[in-house]
């Protein structure tokens, strides 16, 4: 089996994350990092000096979440580490029971987002990753949408004990957001609320440039800011358009739990449920075939606003 | 609570029938019987004082079909309470028919689903050598349960890593349906492991295998059951 997304040049998001973990693991002996070969090479430096806990298993998905699992049996606080589909969507039975099941922690941690890499294909897609950890009770996700919120998510994760989902992208927003607690207003307006989720606020924030709606931006999705958007919709108006950059839909359920009691409209944009693209091209070719580019934002907004 | 370390096999048996309702996995159950008996009572340094001890030794049910000989061992050495066994599977009960870690303390892994153990087991083990700490750790099989694929990445991982105080029993019941042609062992000796083919009712017999040197490699235990008939 050929796989990829070890190009050896590092990706931002991914080399704040390696530089963090590195430096965490000489001050916090419960740390472990685990991997299957994908950015092995990036801990090598780290697995000299400790290599009992920087652990490398190959090309073996479902020993790296199981071993994971193990060592937090014996206490350790196990980082695990790999391509988006590789680390959630071929071992997620071990995700369930050798971490859920177990009631122990981890922090998984994917690159690749949904299509950042489209010349290889579907096999190295994985846009169902946080709808399939969404059907799991306990985990955190964080959707960073810029290098420097990596490190504060991050952190915060290692220096936990639960289950901790944290997606990089090799794309990023032009500027980093304050992270950590509830959606960030970023543009206030009255006709609605557009919710950003990670790398998608720059083409929000493009299409909605001649709006008047207002854009909270999220970097975490679970748990879901339901205060934050509750606020948002009471004061403007409850009509709300969510922009997430994996499977169309993935928060719908939390935004209609968020406004239960608040009549309220919806339309949700997202990677397309109801094909496979198969194409190659460049990301951004698929942002506009899931109207995830500001042109398709821009079309649903103006549709759904009227 | 009965805690009574001079309890034997026969007594296990008697607990063991107390629970009932399982018959599909009974003949799974009574081939790990003497397997756990013998671990519990002669080789683990588990005992309802160390259950929490992050020094004590490790056993991991991997084939977590037919737990009662498990339950029943638990029971037997005074980590679980005899009392709870007849009343097992019902409703509010800790007791299942498969076995959940969060629901029995003294229970390591919660299991059930196939294919598990093995790996959890060689992270455990990594995570106790990390830590500097020489405890063991005992993972179940069945042959049945090693046609799952996700068991040869921890069998090639643990003979690559070197995890000498890993020990694998594969229980040989001749569940698999497509078998193990030239024996189970040869397919984790191929990996670097140390093997071991015993009979899996002979105590003594399989305490030695238990406790026989492995030269720095994990250890696999074939105990041979033979067919249900």
């Known amino acids: ?306 | 609570m009965a805690i009574d370390e001079r309890v034997d096999s026969a007594t296990i048996g008697a607990l063991f029938q107390r629970m009932t309702g399982d018959e599909k996995h009974e003949w799974a159950a009574a081939s790990t019987l003497d397997v756990l008996w013998v671990l519990y009572d002669r080789v683990l340094n588990v005992m309802p004082a160390t259950a929490n001890d992050p020094d004590r030794d490790r056993f991991l049910l991997s084939k977590g079909h037919g737990p009662m000989a498990y339950y029943a061992v638990l029971a037997a050495k005074g980590i679980i309470d005899p009392e709870i066994l007849a009343d097992w599977t019902e409703f509010g009960s800790p007791l299942g028919q498969h076995p959940d870690r969060v629901l029995v303390p003294g229970v390591e892994i919660g299991s059930g689903s196939l294919g598990h153990g093995l790996a959890l087991g060689v992270g455990t083990a990594l995570g106790l050598r990390a830590q500097g700490r020489t405890a063991k750790v005992f993972v179940l099989v069945g042959d049945g349960e090693l046609d799952e694929g996700s068991n040869h990445e921890a069998i090639a991982l643990a003979g690559r890593l070197g995890l000498d105080r890993l020990t694998a029993v594969a229980i040989d019941n001749h569940s698999s349906s497509h078998g193990w042609p030239g024996g189970i062992d040869r397919r984790f000796a191929v990996e670097g492991w140390s093997t071991t083919t015993v009979d899996g009712r002979d105590h003594d017999a399989l305490y030695q295998a238990f406790t026989q040197d492995h030269d720095g490699r994990p250890h696999l235990v074939v105990a041979e059951i033979g067919d249900q008939s």
Request: charged share 20%.
């Open chain 1, 1 to 306: 089996m050929i796989k990829q997304g070890d190009t050896g040049e590092k990706a931002a998001m991914r080399a704040v994350f390696v530089d963090v973990v590195s430096d965490a693991l000489d001050t916090d002996p419960r740390l472990a990092v685990v991997t299957a070969d994908i950015s092995a090479a990036a801990f090598a430096q780290a697995r000299r000096r400790h290599p009992d806990r920087v652990i490398n298993v190959g090309i073996r998905e479902q020993a790296m979440v199981g071993v994971a699992g193990g060592l937090a049996l014996t206490g350790l606080r196990p980082v695990v580490h790999s391509y988006t589909p590789f680390l959630v969507e071929r071992p997620f039975e071990m995700i369930k029971l050798d971490l859920g099941h177990q009631d122990v922690g981890a922090v998984l941690v994917s690159i690749g987002g949904s299509y950042d890499d489209p010349v290889w294909g579907r096999t190295h897609q994985a846009p169902g990753d946080v709808a399939l950890l969404d059907t799991l009770p306990g985990w955190t996700i964080h959707v960073p949408g810029h290098p420097d919120e990596v490190g504060p998510l991050l952190r915060d994760a290692l220096d936990g004990d639960g289950r901790v989902y944290l997606r990089l992208s090799t794309r990023e927003n032009a500027a980093a957001f304050p992270v950590g607690g509830g959606f960030t207003a970023v543009r206030h307006g009255s006709r609605g609320v557009v919710v950003a989720v990670g790398t998608t606020l720059d083409a929000v924030l493009a299409a909605t440039e001649q709006q008047d709606v207002t854009v909270l931006y999220a970097a975490t999705v679970r748990p879901f800011d339901h205060v934050g958007l509750r606020a948002a919709a009471q004061s403007t108006n409850p009509s709300v358009l969510l922009v997430e950059p994996y499977l169309a839909g993935t928060s719908a359920h939390q935004v209609a739990e968020a406004l239960w009691d608040m009549p309220h409209r919806l339309r949700s944009l997202g990677v397309r449920r109801d094909v496979e693209v198969r194409a190659y091209g460049r990301p951004e070719d698929h942002d506009g075939v899931h109207g995830l580019d500001a042109a398709g934002i821009r079309s649903a907004l103006t549709g759904f606003l009227g």
